[in-house]
Each structure stands twice: as C-alpha cells, then as structure tokens.
C-alpha cells in the first residue's frame, strides 16, 4: 500500500526562499527598480533640458546619505564606462550623455555635486545599479541551482510513487489512475495540495526573475512550451524541439494547476495535478544534465506564479477576446462584459447556430471535427467536469472558452518575449487560437527573423512528430544530450532549416509550407544516410575480398569464402564472382581508412539523429 502523504502538510510550511541564499533586492536603502523601469526612465530623461534639470536639482537640500548614495552610483557608472560596457543607440544619445557626464562636479570631500548631476545621469545610474543587481542575483544563484532545489522538493513529495511508475513501467497517467482509486491517499492531497502550492508558488515568487535573468541574458535559441499544462506524458518535447533549439523552457504544472486546486482540488484535479507532477519528473536527468547551455528547464511564466500577473493577462486580451467573438459573430463588442450579456442569451445550440457567421472558428477542440454544432455537443459533454463548466447554458462555453482560449494565446506571445525566445505549441487546438491571435493583432511582429524561423522550425517538428515524422516521438532524449555534448548542434540545425528562409520571406504566416520542406530535408537526410551505410557496406565488403554485385549471385558461398580464409571455398567462389582476396597489409590499411570513415560518420548528427530508427 502506497504511503500516507500527511507529512506534507509539516513538510511544506518551511519557506523554500530561506532553503536558499537569495540576493537582497534594495541597496544603500534604496529599492531598485527593474531594468526595464530603469531604462524607460532613461529614455524619458534623454529629452529634457540639462539645464533645466540643474536649475531644478540646484534649489533641492540633500542629505548626506542621499549623496553618499548618487556618488556611489557616479562612481559605478565610471567603473562601466571604462570597462567599456556602456552602448549607446546612435551618436546623438552618445554626444548628449558626455555633455552630461563632463558637467559632473565633486565637492571638497571627494562626494559628487547632486546639483552636477542633470536627469540623464540620474536615469543612468539608476540603470547601471539596476544591472548590476540583475549581474549579482545571476551570481548568487545559477539555474542549475534552481533545477536542484525544485525537483528535490518533487521527489521529497511524489518520489516513492515516481519510483513505483519506473518500476512497473507505467505511464505518468497509469499511476495517477491507481492512486486515484485510493481514498485515504486521494483524501490526503486534497487537504495537502493547497499548501503545497503556496509553498512551490512562494519557491518561484522568489527566484523565477533570477532565472528569467539568466535566460533572457543567454544568447542561445529558446522555446518556451505553451499551449498547455505541460507536455504529454506520451512525448518527450526534447524529441523534437531540441533537436533545433538550444534550451526549452517548460512551465511549472503546479503553478499552472495552483487557482484550481486551490478553490475546489476535486478527485478529477487531483488526478490530472499528479499526471503532470510526475511528468515534470521525468524531465529532471534532462534539465540538470552537464550540458551548456542547458538543453530544458521548468521556469513558471510570470502570469503563472503570480495572481496579479494572471488578472492583468484577462485585461490585456480583452481587445483580442473581443476581436475573436466580432468575427465569430460579425458584430462588435466593446467589453467582455458585454460580450458575456451576449453570451448567455444564447441558451440552446440552436440559438448560437443561429447568429454564428464564422463557424470555422468555434473550435473548441481540434479532435472534435470542424462541425460546430459537433463541437458545441461536444463541449457540453466533455467540459461538464470541469470547475464552473457544467453549465447547461451554451454560450456560457462559448463565452468561457473565449476569454480562455485568448488570453492563453496572448500568454503564449508575452512568455516567449519575456525569455526572449519562441513559442513551442504542439497542442492543435491551441496552436489555432494562435495564429488567430496574430491575425486579430493585425499582423504586428515584434519577433526577429530568428525568432520567427525557430518557430516554423520548432512548429513544424511538434505537428509533423504526428503525421510524416512519426519516429521523431522515438528519438530518445540522451540522443539530443550525445548530440549536444559533441557539438553537432549547429550542423543538424542547418540541416533542418535548409530552405526554410526562403519560404519565411514568400509568407512568414505559411507553417504548412514550411513544414513541407522540413519533413522533406529530413527525408532527403536519411535517404544519404541510408546511401553511406550501403556504401560503407559494400567498401567493408570489398576490402575483404567481396565484389557486392557479384555476391547478389553467389549469395552465402562467397562471403563464407572471403571471411573465413578457407581455401576450399575460396576456389569455388572464385569461379562465381569473387574478387581473390587482398594481402594482410593492404586489409590493415583499408581496415584503418574505413573505419575512421565509419566513426565519423556514426558520430555525425545524422547517424546519432538515425540511429535509432534502425531499431523501429
């Protein structure tokens, strides 16, 4: 019998921000704004008048810590610019900031004039000090620090179940079933879940913008998963999107579950909370794996940890939501709560059928057909579990699915820009609320020409891993570790994108296409593999002694002859085709030649990438 999980309950009170050495956020009694703050302030200050700024600082009395404090920021701001750290956008904010910076003056004690000091400097320091902090904090603590301590606390919880799932060879969602028929264990998470959240959510409150400096400062390529709680179980997302990214960034499942299993952890919660918990565990020899830079990493987005962040999500998709439900029904709405007024009037199918004018885009779920009378049944049905969703109302789920699905996708864009990488969506359904999102965004692209290609790349290996590259799934992840660790990455990246430039340029909104040509520079790439094992073959052949065309004729009796030395069989295969065989010194020669060949070719990308599909 699977043990009690009571002692969660004392296990997660403790704080985990005083299990680890966290930098302190003020300095000199200042708090420091962040460095986006600090950066918009510069750029604000950069208009004004220098001279403005000295006649108004002039008439201000300071104390003297307060100039103990901009002296010291005068002196970091000197420290970077003769470490030469200092970039300007163009000449105009150079020439205007060495103004400034000539008009500083120092008193008699060696502490700087705050009346010296115009706006642009003030902003500056700020920024540096900013920088600073945000150099410290990634100082004191890495993200493999971070991996540490969280999948620590996840098998200090979940590891003797995890350890029962290896051992019997079960999925993820196999031993959320088992322990879901459990009572006593079931009884016990639902009283233990909701400090556990408070305790992972207060975990990630007080180190995700350390990591979140550590991945936006890197400058490696990025995928942030989206879309959905966390991968499936049944798909390693290294498998696929690591095989063209550097480092996917993978969301916290509980923290992404935390509201729900907060307000009402029912069995049917319960149940998925442990399926991705013990997914996310099956992720940690990855994660922590010696390999830089670091090929996955389970980062919460910011909206996930934080209640604020999550509200503030809604209200930043509004235009989007509303944007969505005008072309579903071709008519405009000015507010969400307008659009819900509208909703819930439409209490039948019928009803929505009627005043639906794009039905293509009423798509609850991919799998459930393009019908939308299928999928409002089908909504009804299946979403009748769900917290709040067994409502008979049918525009109360086209109203839900609404201002979830947007802002999801909204999500989806702003992690991916806060880690300054792109998004990995794998799941269909979200992945069209997506591209729709863009499409209502009016097209508007903040991403880079990198970005948008380690997109088509990344969305093309997740969709095709279901269609035409259905061994990608089998890819085991220790073959994108070996590949990395050999650093084949950049080659087997070029191998992948070939083309797909080109195509981005014709129609950057054209996945399908770019797809295509990736299915197919993969399909060119192991049809050459195939080619140099025949080739290689047919040479090992030869050096023995062993004409391939001749041996399709002669079959076993030349190659036993060849192989074995044996002289019998050697004169009764010579008379069928073989070659005679080559001298002791011309076989070690060879040998030597074709075996560099072989390794070479068996540590290349494409036979570290194939060599397991040999096997399936």
């Known amino acids: 019998m699977a043990p009690s999980l009571s002692h969660l309950r004392s296990q997660t009170r403790t704080p985990l921000r005083e299990r680890l050495s966290l930098p302190e956020e003020e300095v000199g009694g200042f708090r420091l704004p962040s460095p986006r703050a600090a950066a918009c302030i510069y750029r604000l200050v950069s208009f004004q008048s220098p001279l403005r700024n000295h006649k108004s600082m002039s008439s201000r009395e300071y104390t003297e810590a307060e100039v103990q404090d901009l002296t010291d920021r005068v002196f970091l701001l000197k420290e970077q610019l003769e470490a030469g750290k200092m970039r300007f956008a163009n000449q105009e904010l150079a020439d205007g900031f060495r103004r400034s910076y000539e008009a500083i003056r120092l008193r008699s004690d060696g502490k700087v004039d705050p009346s010296s000091l115009d706006g642009r400097i003030r902003a500056m320091t700020l920024a540096v000090i900013a920088m600073k902090q945000r150099d410290d904090a990634k100082k004191a603590l890495s993200l493999a620090r971070i991996q540490e ?119 049917h919660l319960i149940k998925v909370f442990i399926k991705h918990a013990l997914t996310a565990m099956t992720y940690r020899d990855i994660a922590l794996a010696d390999v830089d830079p670091p090929i996955a990493m389970i980062v919460p987005n910011t909206d996930d940890a934080d209640d ?4 503030g999500l809604i209200v930043r ?96 864009q702003e992690a991916a820009q806060h880690f300054r990488g792109s998004p990995f969506i794998n799941a269909e359904t979200s992945w069209l609320h997506y591209t729709w999102l863009l499409e209502y965004q009016g097209g508007l692209r903040d991403d880079d020409l990198t970005t948008r290609h380690s997109m088509h790349v990344v969305r093309a290996l997740a969709a095709e891993t279901h269609n035409n590259l259905e061994w990608l799934g089998n890819v085991p992840p220790e073959t994108v570790i070996e590949i990395r660790r050999r650093g084949l990455a950049d ?126």
């Open 308 to 311: 604020n962040d999550r509200s």
């Open 491 to 616: 080659e087997l990246r070029e191998l992948l994108a070939e083309g797909v430039s080109n195509l981005i340029d014709i129609n950057p909104d054209n996945y399908f296409r770019t797809a295509d040509q990736i299915v197919d520079n993969l399909d060119t790439a192991f049809r050459r593999h195939q080619a140099a094992l025949r080739e290689a073959r047919n040479k090992k052949l030869k050096l023995y002694g062993i004409d391939v065309a001749a041996c399709t004729a002669t079959g076993a009796v030349a190659v036993a002859a060849a192989l074995t030395g044996n002289v019998a069989l050697g004169a009764i295969s010579g008379a069928l085709g073989v070659v005679g065989l080559p001298n002791l010194k011309d076989i070690k020669t060879k040998f030597k030649q074709i075996a560099a060949e072989e390794k070479a070719r068996r540590e290349s990308p494409t036979g570290i990438l194939f060599r397991h599909v040999n096997r399936h």
């Open 317 to 412: 998709a509004t235009p989007a939501i509303c944007a969505h439900a005008r072309y579903l029904f071709n008519r405009a709405f000015e507010s969400i709560e307008e659009l819900q007024e509208f909703c819930l009037r439409l209490e039948t199918i019928d009803q929505v059928m009627k005043v639906l004018k794009s039905p293509e885009r009423l798509i609850f779920s991919a799998d459930w057909g393009t019908d939308p009378r299928q999928q409002l049944e089908m909504a009804l049905k299946e979403n009748a579990s769900l917290l709040g969703m067994n409502e008979p109302n049918v525009g109360y789920h086209v109203f839900t699915s609404a201002i979830g699905r947007m802002p999801q996708a909204l999500g989806a």
């Open 149 to 267: 301590e969280y999948f620590k606390f996840l098998f200090r919880e979940f590891g003797w179940l995890y350890d029962q799932m290896k051992k019997a060879k079960a999925t993820p969602a196999d031993a959320a079933e088992v322990v879901s028929r459990q009572d006593n264990v079931m009884q016990n998470l639902a009283e233990a879940l909701p400090e556990m959240v408070d305790a992972v959510r207060e975990f990630w409150l007080s180190v995700s913008e350390t990591a979140g400096y550590h991945l936006q400062d890197s400058q490696q390529l990025k995928a942030v998963f989206a879309g959905d709680i966390f991968p499936a179980h049944w798909e390693n997302a290294v498998s696929t999107a690591g095989l063209y990214v550097d480092t996917i960034i993978l969301p916290c499942p509980i923290t992404r579950l935390g509201p729900i299993l907060k307000a009402a952890p029912s069995a």
